[in-house]
Antibody, heavy 118, light 109 residues
């Protein structure tokens, strides 16, 4: 079965960067895109970016453009999300999610990684 | 950017009752590229419905989706205890940004 396993919780100081990983298993990694979505405490979900795991092409939300970078390691079936210049407003749970096909719905999600900026 | 507005914010119902959740888009959602997700406290969202009306794998048939254009509905025909949760609608397709509604909480009355 499809599994997305994310790295553990992080605590960062303002101005620092964080890098969260998402290891995929149970499917052909390079055949799907991966998305990153975040959820601030008590808030809704917010799409951050997308990476095509096959060719590495990325698309970012304008809100995070310049601060977020998505990369992937095909040998490890792992996608990474790096967010720089952290502020307290970046305190949130960060999820990776597989995109079903093309630009379709998000069919499988990681368990989430809490990033606290304090 | 398409803004999705969900209503009501909170729905207070009893087990066995019918739940009707609404999602309205600020502009037409192409090809009915509208999904619904369920989220329980401390968990990741789970896909329920995609393409406005197709149930995801393993989702019970008490969950159904309908609508097109700018108005969409998620219906839970008879609430089970495990259905009390947060529900989000989301639009997708080949023109990001992909956006979510603010959520509807279904709580026990």
């Amino acid at each position: 079965q499809v599994q997305l396993v994310q790295s553990g919780a992080e605590v960062k100081k303002p101005g620092a960067s964080v890098k969260v990983s998402c290891k995929a298993s149970g499917y052909t990694f390079m055949s799907y895109a991966m998305l990153w979505v975040r959820q601030a405490p008590g808030q809704s979900l917010e799409w951050m970016g997308r990476i095509n795991a096959g060719n590495g092409d990325t698309r970012y939300s304008q809100k995070f453009q310049g601060r977020v970078t998505l990369t992937r390691d095909t040998s490890a079936s792992t996608v990474y999300m790096e967010l720089t210049s952290l502020t307290s407003e970046d305190t949130a749970v960060y999820f990776c999610a597989r995109q079903s096909s093309g630009y379709d719905h998000f069919d499988n999600w990681g368990q989430g990684t809490l990033v606290t900026v304090s | 950017e398409i803004v999705l507005t969900q209503s009501p914010g909170t729905l207070s119902l009893s087990p066995g009752e019918r739940a009707t959740l609404s999602c309205r888009a600020s502009q037409s959602v192409s090809n009915s590229y509208l999904a619904w997700y369920q989220q329980k406290l401390g968990q990741a969202p789970r896909l329920l419905i995609y393409g406005a009306s197709s149930r995801a794998t393993g989702i019970p048939d008490r969950f159904s989706g309908s609508g097109s254009g700018t108005d969409f509905t998620l219906t839970i025909s008879r609430l089970e205890p495990e259905d009390f949760a947060l529900y989000y609608c989301q639009q997708y397709g080949d023109s990001p940004p992909w956006t979510f509604g603010q959520g509807t909480k279904v709580e026990v009355k």
